[in-house]
C-alpha cells in the first residue's frame, strides 16, 4: 500500500489587523485560516507569526520541511517592514539601529532602515533578518517610541505587489523554487 502524499500548498497571505497567526483558538478570535478555509481544504500552517495588530505578508503552507527553512535563524531571512511611529524618528536614532541596539536578548541591527521620501519622520521602512520575538516593537519601544502600525511589506524577497488586505494567493513555481533555494 503506497501512501499518498497531500500535495504541496504554498500561499501568501496579506494580514489584515485584529486577526491571529495560530491555527486554532479557544477564544474563537479571528484567526488567518478563517480567511483562506473556504478554498483550501489541506491542513497549512502559517510560516512563523504576526502579532495581532501587525499586518502584512505571511507564508502558509503544509510543507514543513520549507517552514523550518523559512523560520529558522540560521537560514537568514530578510523581512521588510513598514512602520508609523508616535512621533518623528531621530536622524541619531536612525543611526542607532543602523550600528545596533543591545536588547534584553541580545544586540540587534538592522539591514537597512530609510525614511519615505514623501512621508513625515514616523514613517520608516526597516530591513533585518531577525526573526526574534516582536523584535521590531521591542526595538523602537526600547528607543522611547510608540509604534502605531507595524506592516511587514516584504519576505523571503516576497512583496504584497496586488495583494489587498486580507487576500491571499498562491505563490507562483518561481517564488517556490526561489524560497527552497
Request: proline letters at 3%; aromatic letters at 6%.
Amino acid at each position: 500500500n503506497v501512501v499518498r502524499s497531500e500535495s504541496k500548498v504554498y500561499l501568501l497571505l496579506n494580514k489584515p489587523k485584529n486577526c491571529i497567526t495560530t491555527v486554532s483558538d479557544d477564544a474563537g478570535r479571528h484567526s488567518v485560516i478563517d480567511l483562506i478555509s473556504d478554498e483550501i481544504k489541506q491542513r497549512v500552517y502559517p510560516v512563523g507569526r504576526l502579532d495581532r495588530n501587525t499586518t502584512g505578508l505571511l507564508v502558509l503552507t503544509n510543507d514543513g520541511e520549507m517552514a523550518l527553512k523559512l523560520s529558522h535563524p540560521r537560514f537568514e531571512v530578510q523581512k521588510i517592514y513598514h512602520l508609523l511611529l508616535d512621533k518623528s524618528f531621530t536622524r541619531n536614532d536612525m543611526k542607532t539601529i543602523l550600528s545596533g541596539v543591545e536588547l534584553e536578548d541580545g544586540v540587534i541591527k538592522v539591514d537597512d532602515a530609510q525614511y519615505f521620501p514623501d512621508r513625515p519622520k514616523q514613517h520608516l521602512m526597516v530591513a533585518l533578518h531577525s526573526g526574534k520575538y516582536r523584535i521590531v516593537r521591542r526595538l523602537f519601544e526600547h528607543l522611547g517610541y510608540g509604534v502605531e502600525k507595524l506592516d511587514r511589506a516584504g519576505y523571503a524577497g516576497l512583496t504584497k505587489a496586488r495583494l489587498e488586505v486580507g487576500k491571499w494567493r498562491h505563490l507562483t513555481n518561481a517564488e517556490i523554487a526561489a524560497l527552497k533555494k
